[in-house]
């Protein structure tokens, strides 16, 4: 018999908040209680699953009207990568003019997310 | 250079930008100055998203959202002056005010039917929420924190504490930690947490930062840069309980602790203020007591969504197309909005049945399963809980209005 | 004949000033901070004092210097583009048993040769000053008291006397005093030895420090602190005068003023520290708290807290016996000290210049000096905001910076802040500091106490010095802005995992 887990999270899908409590045999969700919509469900097995986020920063640039550029990854990425993706972008520079969207770094770390400009330099 | 003006917008953050554009929509000849060296207000500096879900029903970051509505604005022609700062406004006539403008081009002497002033809003010091000790170096706002990151691209520091857990304080967690600085507290002064449930997670949880809640920072301390704060239990009365003391070592505090409707040019030029949302009081065309001065964004009321602000920044340029098109705002009864059980503060203060009319307020303390009621009129509306940080948004529909009598109640009630 | 003055406080620099009117000196002021006056004189109620608080038995230097200093300060503030105003002073009775004290002022008052002051009874009192106490006795009323701005009085000091042949040092800091056969020679410093036939120690706080080099070491110098509430300068209720109370044993009272940019302000407590407490400015709570209570029972009403835009500690350079030690040795020859300038210091600092010229270098040493036929007495200074609008036009046309506003509490405009930066490098400072443009014009010390202008000042510094950003100072080194660009600490974790 393998081991049975609880994990309690509050869910940020809408400002309701619900506290959810997912609890796992194993690799197997076997409840989730305490939501009360399903897209609150959906997002607490994401959630124990395999959390992700957006993540957003400033890279260096040359030549534009601020010394930064903002981006951002076009997707949410696996949250345990975050940091080797903020390294990754503590050694860009890029040249001005950047546009709004513009890929900085292509499918960055292999999550197949790109890392886009949200400001224009 | 032409200088008489149907409105001129003051302040080119999103309030300004949307005012100016609605104003240009509806026929308006405007001019919009700003005082920084570039368009946008704050979102420029906001490289996190939360930005337009209500407005563009996207989730953008700061910057994207306002790009947006800048290319909008500037594909308009709309005639602007950047590096501008108005010094008076002085009402001339009853349809006309006099603005002095100082700009790097030289002095402008505006003519305008009405002004919309959009300035924003100061960030709260470290000398307003009673910080006592040392003023050395180390110390920042948010926004100046904000500035210098993500628009000027340097560091303020290494060990970070920072003061007040609103969605501010919460964004610039996650942003120093993900810049590789140590986080090592937030502090905040009430029971319960100012920001919402979706940054408490991801910006404090995700990175294990401790939040302090009933704490108060009473102390900075350090030779030349900041070296430690202390904090201190605060009781039910917020106020510091003896004996609670705690060192916290930091170099870096950053003040996320509120902001204040910033409004000095306007006050002079004899704008009421309410002690509430320490904005001006208006009515529901965003008119202040001065006619044909009208305000919108967080220099009428501190706002948490842009969404909002966009909005009143519409709301201004409806109101100021009314007066220049009319040479004022039609006579009316006008019924005093009226702040009943639980809510701390209600924008617009007087509202009449010409139009529908969008209501923001904030509760005094957080509460579940509670109805939001108007009983003059009768309307009652459900919610499954209410807080301090999150605007309550109501519409009240101009054939509710038209059933009271001088006044309108808004109270936050259990619901039984 | 060169001459050494070590500390650039309104003392330091009033004395470099005077010294700066005779032929053949090479003047050397030496400071150890990054500008002029960022000690004891930045931080204080920056009241010219009428003359009639000090005893004559018990404080001759204090009585005498201090009516004298009065009067020049109207000169010199004007010379020297120095703000400045002459409200006049209430010392106010607030019970009818306090009058007696008033009294004892007014016999003070005529012993020091005061002009003007006299008693005034209940309403007249409150015709003089309607913000005060209405259930108060009556008061001493002295009109020649006023305010200036004294964050500006030492840099404006040393640019003058800069502008007149003295060289300004700062960071440099005496760190001993050579002396040969019983005459001083010189001071060792952090950048060297500087050579020197008198020594001038005018060190503050530190005066005893200095003083002990030359082997006068009876004295020690201990901090006094003074906190205060300043508020907004729209907050109401003000006052027209400055107002204080007659003194207590327990405390010479608390002052209501309206400062000169016209914010009401309330201060200082009087609380001795231990010697070696001599940075410790810190604000304190029990401290502020004493200060509301005073200040409550002087005026009718005070602005509401939540106005209250900065709160701030000041030190004040306390000798054993209340007396400032102003004497020029035989042993060593050549030191002279101005120690233990406490209050009233800043009205007395010009006075005091004087004195030491004329009485003790000229008098007691017997040097004798000659004046320059030329001397420039005067610092021009304007300021954007003050001017006529065809004036303002005019300027931008000839500076566009002059347009850009960067103090939106105070109107400073970019033009004003470059004018100040070039005044500081000719007077010879080595690092453009916030601090010291603050001193100079008041911005960051509004409403929003730097929150909106902070990051653009220190943009035109960096721009204007040629530094990065982040290496922006406060008040020089180990005050910087930032601690790097944006991505300083995640390239210092990718160097540490990569060793
Ligand atoms: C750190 C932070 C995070 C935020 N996060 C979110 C979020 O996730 N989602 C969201 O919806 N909202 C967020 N907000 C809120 C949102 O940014 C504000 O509500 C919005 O920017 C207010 O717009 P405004 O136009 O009223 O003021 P501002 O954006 O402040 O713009 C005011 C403009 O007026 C100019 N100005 C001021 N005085 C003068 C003068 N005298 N003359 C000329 N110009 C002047 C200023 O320079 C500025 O450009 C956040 C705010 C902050 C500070
Ligand atoms: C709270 C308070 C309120 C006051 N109110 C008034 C008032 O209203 N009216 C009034 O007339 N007076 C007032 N005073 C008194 C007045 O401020 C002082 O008397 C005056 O400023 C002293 O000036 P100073 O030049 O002696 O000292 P400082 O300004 O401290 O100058 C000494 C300088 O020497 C430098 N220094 C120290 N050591 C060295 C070294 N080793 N090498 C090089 N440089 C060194 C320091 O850095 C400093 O800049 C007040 C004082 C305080 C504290
Ligand atoms: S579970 Fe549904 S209702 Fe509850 S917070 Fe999540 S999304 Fe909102």
Redesign the interface.
């Known amino acids: 018999m393998s081991e049975v887990r609880k994990f309690k ?4 899908i809408c ?3 619900c506290n959810i409590e997912v609890i796992m045999e194993g690799d197997r969700i076997v409840r989730v209680t305490g939501c009360t919509c399903p897209r609150g469900e959906e997002y607490a097995v994401q959630e124990v699953m395999a959390p992700k ?6 890279v ?1 640039v040359k030549g534009g ?4 550029v ?3 990854t076009d997707k949410p990425v696996p ?1 345990e990568l ?1 940091p080797e993706i ?2 990754e ?3 860009v520079e890029v040249e001005a003019p950047v546009h ?1 969207g513009q890929v900085i770094i292509e499918n960055i770390l292999g999550t197949g997310a790109n890392i886009v400009a ?3 330099a | 250079m032409q200088n008489e003006y149907d409105v001129v917008v003051i302040g080119g953050g999103p309030a300004g930008l949307a005012a100016a554009i609605k104003s240009k929509e509806l026929g308006l000849n405007v001019l919009l100055i700003e005082n920084r060296e ?1 368009l946008g207000g704050i979102p ?1 500096q906001c ?3 939360g930005f337009g879900l209500h407005y563009f029903r996207e989730d953008l ?1 700061g ?2 959202f306002i ?1 947006r509505i800048l290319k909008k604005f500037l594909d308009m022609g709309i005639e602007y002056h950047t590096n501008a700062h108005v010094t008076e406004i002085i009402p001339h006539s009853y349809r006309h005010k006099i603005l002095k403008v100082v700009t790097d081009k030289g002095i402008l002497k505006l003519m305008a039917k009405a002004v919309i002033y959009a300035t924003g809003a100061r960030e709260r010091h470290m000398f307003e929420i009673g910080i006592t000790g040392h003023r050395v170096a180390g110390i920042y706002t948010a926004g100046e924190a904000q500035t210098m ?5 340097i560091m303020p520091g290494k060990e970070i504490v920072i003061v007040g857990s609103g969605d501010v304080g919460l964004i610039m967690a996650r942003r120093f930690t ?3 600085a140590h986080v090592k507290a937030v502090i905040e002064l009430m029971p319960y947490p100012g920001g ?3 940054n ?3 910006c404090l949880e ?1 990175f294990g930062i401790p939040l302090y809640l009933s704490h108060a920072v009473t102390r900075v301390e350090g030779k030349k840069r900041v070296e430690k704060v202390i904090i201190t239990k605060v009781d039910e009365n917020l106020r510091p309980v003896p004996g609670t003391e705690e060192e916290l070592e930091c170099d870096t505090v950053v003040l996320a602790a509120g902001l204040v409707p910033y409004l000095k040019v306007i006050e002079k030029a004899g704008v009421i203020i309410d002690p509430a949302t320490k904005g001006p009081v208006v009515n529901s065309y965003l008119e202040t007591s001065v006619p044909g001065i009208f305000v919108a964004g967080n220099a009428l009321v501190i706002n948490d969504l842009v969404d909002y602000v966009v909005e009143q920044g519409e709301e201004a340029a409806m109101g100021a197309y009314e007066f220049v098109r009319n040479g004022g705002l039609p006579a009316l009864r006008w019924r005093k909005l009226v702040k009943g059980r639980n809510v701390r503060l209600l924008v617009p203060h007087y509202v009449s049945d010409t139009k529908d009319v969008m209501i923001y307020a904030r509760v005094k303390k957080p509460e579940e399963n509670v109805k939001v009621r108007f009983p003059e009129i009768g309307k009652e509306i459900r919610l ?2 209410v807080k301090p940080s ?1 605007m309550i948004r109501i519409k009240l529909r101009k054939t509710d209005i038209a059933k009271a009598g001088d006044k309108i109640t808004m109270e936050v009630v259990p619901n039984e | 004949m060169k001459v050494v003055i070590v500390g650039a406080g309104v003392v330091g620099s009033s004395i470099a000033r005077v010294l700066s009117q005779y032929e053949g000196l090479e003047i050397h002021l030496l400071e150890k901070n990054a500008d002029a006056g960022m000690g004891v004189s930045k931080a204080n109620t920056a009241i010219i004092h009428p003359g009639h608080e000090d005893d004559p038995d018990k404080y001759p230097l204090r009585a005498k210097l201090c009516v004298k200093g009065n009067r020049l300060w109207y000169q010199w503030t004007k010379e020297l583009s120095i703000p400045a105003k002459w409200p006049g002073e209430l010392m106010v009775a607030v019970e009818e048993e306090d009058m007696k004290v008033a009294e004892h002022y007014l016999e003070l008052a005529q012993r020091n040769g005061v002009p003007g002051v006299r008693l005034v009874d209940h309403d007249e009192l409150l015709q003089l000053e309607p913000n005060v106490n209405p259930n108060a006795a009556g008061a001493l009323w002295a009109p020649t008291a006023g305010l200036m701005s004294s964050p500006m009085a030492a840099p404006a000091l040393v640019e003058n006397a800069v502008e007149n042949g003295v060289r300004f040092h700062p960071e440099t800091e005496v760190t001993g005093i050579k002396i040969e056969k019983g005459e001083v020679k010189g001071v060792e410093t952090n950048r060297g030895f500087i050579e020197a036939d008198l020594i001038i120690n005018a060190a503050g706080l530190y005066a005893d420090k200095i003083s002990a080099m030359a082997g006068i070491d009876y004295f020690t110098i201990h901090p006094r602190k003074g906190e205060y509430y300043v508020f907004d300068d729209d907050a109401e209720p003000k006052v027209t005068r400055i107002v204080h109370q007659t003194p207590t044993p327990i405390t010479k009272g608390v002052y209501v003023i309206t400062e000169m940019n016209n914010g009401l302000m309330i201060g200082p407590t009087a609380q001795d520290l231990p010697e070696e407490a001599k940075e410790d400015t810190s604000t304190t709570k029990e401290g502020l708290e004493f200060v509301w209570e005073w200040a409550q029972k002087l005026v009718r009403e005070l602005p509401p807290r939540n106005r209250v835009i900065r709160t701030f500690a000041g030190l004040r350079p306390e000798p054993p016996d209340g007396r400032w030690i102003i004497d020029a040795y035989d042993d060593p020859w050549g030191f002279i000290n101005a120690a233990g300038i406490r209050s009233p210091g800043l009205t007395s600092a010009p006075a005091i210049a004087h004195y030491i010229v004329e009485e003790l270098i000229q008098g007691k040493l017997d040097i004798k000096l000659t004046r320059k036929s030329h001397w420039n007495p005067y610092r021009r200074v304007f300021w954007f905001k003050t001017l006529p609008e065809e004036k303002q036009e005019e300027l931008i046309k000839q500076n566009p910076a002059y347009g850009r506003v960067i103090c939106m509490c105070r109107t400073i405009t970019e033009g004003d802040i470059l004018d100040i930066i070039g005044r500081m490098k000719k007077m010879g400072i080595r690092t453009i500091s916030l601090d010291g443009i603050k001193m100079r014009s008041g911005v960051m010390s509004g409403t929003c106490q730097g929150s909106y202008c902070r990051i653009r000042l220190a943009n035109i510094i960096a721009r204007e010095t040629g530094i990065p950003l982040w290496k922006v100072t406060q008040k020089g080194e180990g005050t910087e802005y930032g601690i790097g ?3 300083v600490l ?2 210092e ?2 160097k540490e995992n990569a060793e």
């Open positions: 999270l509050t869910c940020i400002p309701l908040g986020r957006v993540v957003m920063s400033v260096k009207m601020f010394p930064t903002s981006v951002k949250k975050i903020m390294k972008l503590a050694s709004i949200t400001r224009p | 570039f420029i490289v996190h998203p970051t910057t994207e790009h990151m993500d628009i000027y691209g993900l810049e590789g919402l449930t979706r408490i997670v991801q995700d499954p809980f999150e | 660009d944006i991505k995640l390239r974790e990718v």
